[in-house]
């Protein structure tokens, strides 16, 4: 079974930029959790948009790589920039 590693966006009242990684087994239905307030704590009652996402043949190398790109504020702005 694929692992995705994910990164969605959403914007704040004061129109402030906001990301969320994550992993998941399947993207859409996980983005339509996070929509619908079911998802994450984090995520919930806002609208959220996905810009990138990369597959893996392991949960393990999914979570390894979800915990990369948490920390990783510079390549998580690009990935954003890019899209």
């Known amino acids: 079974m694929p692992y995705f590693v994910y990164l969605i966006i959403t914007k704040d009242k004061d129109k402030k930029r906001i990301s969320y990684v994550g992993y998941t087994g399947n993207i859409k239905k996980r983005l339509n959790l996070h929509n619908s307030g079911k998802g994450a704590k984090f995520t919930r009652g806002k609208k959220w948009k996905l810009v990138y996402y990369e597959k893996y043949d392991s949960k393990s190398d999914a979570m390894k790589n979800e915990y990369r ?3 990783n504020y510079k390549l998580r ?6 899209k």
Do not use: A, P, Q
């Open 77 to 82: 702005k690009k990935l954003i920039k890019d």
């Open 69 to 71: 790109l948490k920390k």
